[in-house]
């Protein structure tokens, strides 16, 4: 993704070891510096930039890591289409998920600025994220229903009375973590990437589970910060930062010892 220059919008707070893992089971490099992608017309997503000179490593997969690694590719690939039936079936399951209580008037609609997205058609959000993003909130509002509620209605601490757009935000956080695990190269070129796999290669979910995680901290790093609209970018590098350094700690096994994983339990 090209960077580019783009408007903010923000909404007003609502009151309510690497060879481990032979199989795929269904169920880092230092930033040198941080440059600015917009998604749509809305928030920043902070992404790494490494010098020309910079001597990237690359680390060898197995076969099965190497299929893992393929399939998640396929996924990140697939862009966001608002004529393919899944994809609207998807849409309309985010919505339900989110407001069991209220009907849908349609994939068009004034109503999803409820949740956070820019405009009345979420599809012109999900050009930076593609089909994956959708499917990651997806993921967290099925599998973690109270802490992406809590997100979604800002439950949590004291906050801003602008706050970042909820699913906007999920869509950068995507975007991030794509960029952070380097995911669209042949094989990891970081040791933050490298580690990840080894997750992907135990839990084909590991990206989506990931994902809950890293949003769940953004808003923690939100609230530490005590941070508005303007402050997204600098939230955003200091959750990568965070993650990262909670990815190569060394008796983390798998992502459900990672430190921030308890945010989404409690």
């Known amino acids: 993704m090209d960077d580019r220059g783009g408007s903010f919008v923000a909404v007003r707070r609502i009151s309510q070891s690497f060879e481990r893992g032979n199989t795929c089971h269904s169920t880092s490099a230092e930033v040198v510096s ?3 992608a917009w998604l749509g017309r809305g928030l ?6 490494s010098r020309e000179c910079d001597a990237r490593p690359s680390f060898d997969l197995t076969p099965s890591q190497e299929e893992c690694l393929q399939r998640l590719q396929n996924r990140i690939e697939i862009a966001y289409d608002s004529s393919i039936p899944e994809h609207q079936e998807a849409l309309r399951a985010l919505w339900n998920a989110a ?11 004034e109503q999803w600025k ?10 012109t959000d999900f050009r930076g994220g593609g089909f994956i993003s959708l499917e990651n909130l997806l993921f967290f509002a099925r599998n973690f229903p109270k802490s992406f509620k809590d997100l979604l209605w800002k439950q949590e601490g004291d906050r801003s009375v602008w706050e970042y757009p909820f699913a906007v935000a999920g869509v950068n956080i ?5 960029q952070m695990l380097d995911l669209e190269a042949v094989k990891p070129r970081t040791i933050v990437g490298a580690v990840f796999l080894k997750f992907l290669s135990e839990n084909e979910s590991a990206f989506d589970l990931l994902y809950c ?31 990262e350094r909670e990815l190569l700690l060394e008796d983390i096994t798998r992502l459900e010892d990672l430190p921030s994983y308890s945010l989404l339990t409690r």
């Open 44 to 49: 920043s997503c902070v992404c790494v930039q």
């Open 213 to 243: 995680i890293t949003f769940k901290l953004m808003d923690h790093q939100w609230l530490a910060m005590r941070a508005s609209y303007m402050d997204f970018n600098t939230v955003m590098k200091a959750t990568r930062r965070q993650l």
């Open 34 to 36: 941080g440059s600015t």
């Open 99 to 109: 407001f069991p209580e209220e009907e849908l008037r349609g994939l068009i609609s």
């Open 114 to 123: 409820e949740m956070g997205w820019q405009g009345k058609d979420p599809s």
């Open 174 to 178: 995507t975007f991030m973590l794509i």
